[in-house]
């Protein structure tokens, strides 16, 4: 009935149902003047809502306001509920249902939201994600919270990679810094390289990649590992590598590390690709010693390969490399572009030939 309330209110005022918001429970305590500004107060998504009067529902016994909000209303961004000193009013958007969603697809949705605003989307991207077309209009009322959580779901399968356990992978090499090696077991430092570099490219949860590195591990290395989970049982794979540097690396101090890395550049007749790859190895070294914050990482990188690579090089002019500094891509991102550039350039000299 709320939900008919608010369209029929709307229809009869010729506004936009989506830009509007119906509450309900208002108490006859509380007169016109006075229920705006609590609207306005009570979350910073009303703060400029517009009240276009109040009307009295026989059946609840109490008032409801129609309000307006400048744009449409997002669904992630209304309280269903308002507390005020003599109860609680409710709040009702177009595509309400009359019991709200259960907590965990409200929390889902949160996230999801999140993760399209990282992917630089919106709840408005969702029908071309899904294959459909944005530009028709639609005659149906505004899917609800769980009919969300379905669309959302079948983007996601289509930007998330599927998960771990259902995909083949490359197992890690063993490694148990024992006083005697085990069979195919490799020194620390080409070990710690390669198993860097090995869970950096694996896009998966930062929980896999440690299952994944204490199951290569043997000895006195998992006893490292196994201590550390004592005191902190969701310790971050970093972490681990880094106590594992600190038992069985080379004993450098923070400022040798970090010298290492600023000195490095690109020598004569090195591809910057592989330039980058042998950079990237200091810069890991760099991080583990905490001579880098990981939040500084492909900013660092950048401005170090900028310096680094010969003067005038093609590949840092054609990517403009110097000019994405403020907004720096990841190593993955910058080790394509650079390799697919070098490719571009090297079909460029076999045609001039």
Request: charged share 30%; with cysteine; aromatic share 6%.
């Amino acid at each position: 009935m709320a939900l008919h309330l608010l369209e029929d209110w709307c229809k009869g005022m010729t506004i936009d149902p989506k830009n509007c918001l119906l509450v309900t429970g208002v108490s006859e305590e509380f007169d016109e003047g006075s229920i705006e500004p609590i609207l306005r107060t009570s979350t910073k998504y009303l703060s400029e809502c517009k009240m276009h009067g109040r009307m009295f529902v026989r059946e609840e016994g109490a008032f409801a306001v129609l309000c307006e909000l400048p744009s449409a209303v997002d669904p992630l961004q209304v309280p269903s509920t308002i507390t005020v000193e003599d109860g609680v009013w409710r709040v009702i958007a177009t595509g309400s249902q009359p019991s709200p969603a259960p907590a965990s697809n409200v929390e889902f949705l949160k996230k999801m939201s999140a993760f399209l605003g990282k992917e630089g989307k919106t709840l408005a991207d969702m029908p071309g994600l899904l294959g459909l077309d944005p530009g028709v209009p639609h005659l149906e009322p505004a899917p609800s919270p769980d009919e969300w959580v379905k669309a959302l779901g079948k983007a996601l399968e289509k930007v998330v990679p599927s998960h771990p356990e259902s995909s083949p992978y490359r197992k890690l090499r063993l490694f148990s810094g024992g006083p005697t090696p085990i069979p195919g077991e490799e020194a620390f430092e080409p070990w710690l390289e390669h198993t860097t570099e090995m869970l950096q490219e694996w896009a998966v949860p930062d929980a896999e990649k440690r299952r994944r590195l204490v199951e290569c591990l043997r000895g006195p290395a998992l006893d490292v590992i196994r201590t550390l989970k004592l005191s902190n049982p969701g310790v971050k794979v970093k972490d681990c590598l880094e106590a594992l540097d600190h038992a069985f690396g080379r004993t450098e101090g923070l400022e040798d590390v970090y010298c290492k890395f600023l000195n490095a550049r690109q020598q004569k007749g090195e591809k910057v690709s592989a330039y980058i790859q042998r950079l990237e190895k200091l810069l890991q070294r760099a991080i583990m010693r905490g001579a880098v914050a990981v939040e500084q990482m492909d900013r660092t990188r950048l401005a170090q390969i900028v310096r680094g690579i010969q003067y005038q090089n093609p590949i840092l002019l054609h990517l403009r490399l110097r000019e994405r500094q403020d907004n720096p891509p990841s190593y993955s991102q910058l080790i394509k572009e650079v390799r697919e550039e070098e490719e571009r350039q090297a079909a460029g000299e076999e045609e001039a030939l």
